[in-house]
Each structure stands twice: as C-alpha cells, then as structure tokens.
C-alpha cells in the first residue's frame, strides 16, 4: 500500500467568455472593444475587412469548435460602418447557426443602433414629460440623415408613425435615394429632402416639430438664425459631442432644458420655448444599452439576436428608469 497521499482531484477550468468581433471596416472599432471587455468577455478577437458572403463560416468556425458548454461562453459582435450590412450580416450569421451549436449576435455598426436608439428613446420621453404628446404623428426633419445613425433613427421614428424628412447637404437626389432604400429595406415611409442651402434649410424647419441633427462630429447643420424659422418646434436633439454644436443653442450636456431665446407656438395661448437634448444626455443611455445587451448575450441563458429594434426596446428601459 503506497504512503504517497491521493492528489485531489483538479477542476476543469471554467472555459473563458469569447467574443469574435466581425467588421467590413479596416479596423475595429476600440469603443466597442472596451464596452465588450467591462461586460465580461475575457478573449475579444476583432476580424477586419469581414465580408458578407465570409460570415457563416466564420460563425461555424466559432460555434463547432467548444461543444456545447463552451459555446454558451461564446458570442458574435458585428460593427463596420453600414447599416444595411451589418443587418444582412446578422441575418448571415443567424441562418448559418446550427442548434444546439448555437450563439448570441449583437450588431451595431458605428455604435449607429445603440446611438440612434438612444437619441429616439429620449425625445419620446421629453416629448411626452414636456407636452404630454407621442411620436406619433409629429413631423421630425433629420439633419445629416444620410448616415448612419441618421437612417436607423429615421427608420425607428418612422416606424412610430412620425412623418420622416430625411435631409442631406448634398441635395436632394442624396437623401431621396437614402430615403427610397431605407423604406424599401424596412417597410416605412419617409422622404428625402435637400437642405443644400440656406433657403430650402430654414424652408424645412418652418414645417417642423423635432428636429434630429446627425451630422459629422464638429459640424453645425442648424444655426440660431436658421432656428427662428423653425416656429412649430418642440424638441431639437443633437448626437454631436464635438464644437460647434450641431444645433446652436443646444449644449452637449442639456437634457430637456429650454432652448434659449426660441419660442414655438405650442402653448397654444401663447410661446413656449423648445426643449433641447445634448450629446452627452444621449450618450449616457446609448452608453447603458450597449452594455446591457453585451450583458443580455453573456448571461441571457439562450441565444439572443441583437439589432436596432432590441436596441429601441432597450433604450426605452433605460429612457423610463430616468424619471
């Protein structure tokens, strides 16, 4: 009988959380890789220049290659920069998923679902605190809508009823084209409108009611002359964290403050001012959505597909716990 003692059984180590991080673009994005790793993920590997014909095999790759216990730890992050990709890419990525090998997808290409999301969710809630009205119905203009985050927020007010004017400093053959594609893509109705000069700019905002600007960072698109023809305005929101504003008079930090010095003719009896909501109020929410649907991948217990309606949805939480 031998005097060696019996060595204690090891435990398999816990098989690490795996994040494979697909982008078009030549390079990820480093906001996305940090939110990634602060939600729990302990190997994050980026794929550039990713294709969309390359993305089931990639997804194969990623799912037949840790059994059934490592593929629970195992996700897909899709960003680059276009938005109509990305959501084919998703799609891609869910078709090539063989059950139970099977894994979560969040897209969300130059963070435009999470920002976008955040950016509606807030002027659905100051719009209903501030004069108990819905979406619905009201005629948004979206300056710099031609972009990424412009389309997808077109598409979610949009899809709330709102009457969309999708605006473009390139003219309108521009923004008619996005507009066309995106309400073929998603089922909604919008139109392109030209905002090239001063003219047809102030001409637009006299017919609105919410104004999203979602230009490049460091641009305005709406000066304080070009608000004082914007009479029948509520609320103007602005995603551009970068001086000048995009929206004069509208502060990266406001968030539902009174836009000073303009008036609408809302009250009814008699002017109120608009309300703005700055940068970095939606940024906060776009900050909190993102990292709970990398958390809702991680530790939902199922395979979940993340674009810019659970985004929406999400924001819309978030949006709600502010009061």
């Known amino acids: 009988m031998s005097d060696t003692p019996d060595k204690p059984t090891e435990k398999p180590a816990e098989r690490p959380y795996v994040l494979h991080m697909f982008t078009a673009s030549p390079q990820m994005s480093p906001f996305d890789v940090n939110m990634a790793a602060d939600a729990g993920y302990q190997v994050i590997v980026p794929y550039c220049n990713v294709e969309a014909r390359m993305v089931a095999n990639l997804t194969q790759d990623a ?14 992050f899709i960003g680059g920069r276009d938005v109509m990709l990305a959501a084919d890419m998703l799609d891609a990525a869910r078709k090539a998923m063989v059950p139970p090998f099977e894994v979560s997808v969040f897209a969300d290409p130059s963070g435009s679902y999470t920002t976008a999301a955040a950016l509606v969710a807030l002027v659905e809630r100051h719009l209903a605190k501030a004069y108990g009205m819905e979406l619905g119905g009201k005629r948004v203009l979206i300056l710099g809508g031609t972009g990424a985050v412009g389309r997808v927020a077109a598409a979610m007010a949009a899809s709330l009823g709102a009457d969309v004017s999708i605006a473009s400093h390139a003219g309108h053959a521009r923004a008619a084209s996005v507009s066309e594609e995106i309400n073929q893509r998603f089922g909604i109705l919008t139109k392109g409108v030209s905002t090239a000069t001063q003219a047809e700019r102030r001409a637009a905002l006299a017919e609105t009611e919410i104004v999203f600007a979602t230009a490049l960072a460091g641009v305005q ?7 004082a023809h914007a009479r029948h305005l509520l609320i103007a929101a602005d995603v551009n964290a970068v ?8 502060n990266v930090v406001n968030d539902g403050k009174p836009i000073a010095g303009h008036a609408n ?46 985004a929406f949805d999400e924001a819309r939480a978030v949006a709600a716990g502010l009061d």
């Open 243 to 250: 001086p000048p504003e995009g929206i004069a008079g509208v």
């Open 265 to 310: 003719a809302a009250g009814g009896s008699g002017a109120t001012d608009a309300i703005g909501i700055g940068a970095l109020a939606i940024g906060n929410v776009k900050y909190q959505v993102e990292h709970r649907l990398f958390i809702r991948m991680r530790t939902g217990g199922k395979p979940v597909y993340l674009g810019f309606p659970e």
């Open 63 to 76: 799912i037949f290659s840790r059994g059934p216990k490592g593929v629970s730890r195992t996700g897909i």
């Open 221 to 227: 698109v709406a000066s304080t002359e070009d608000l």
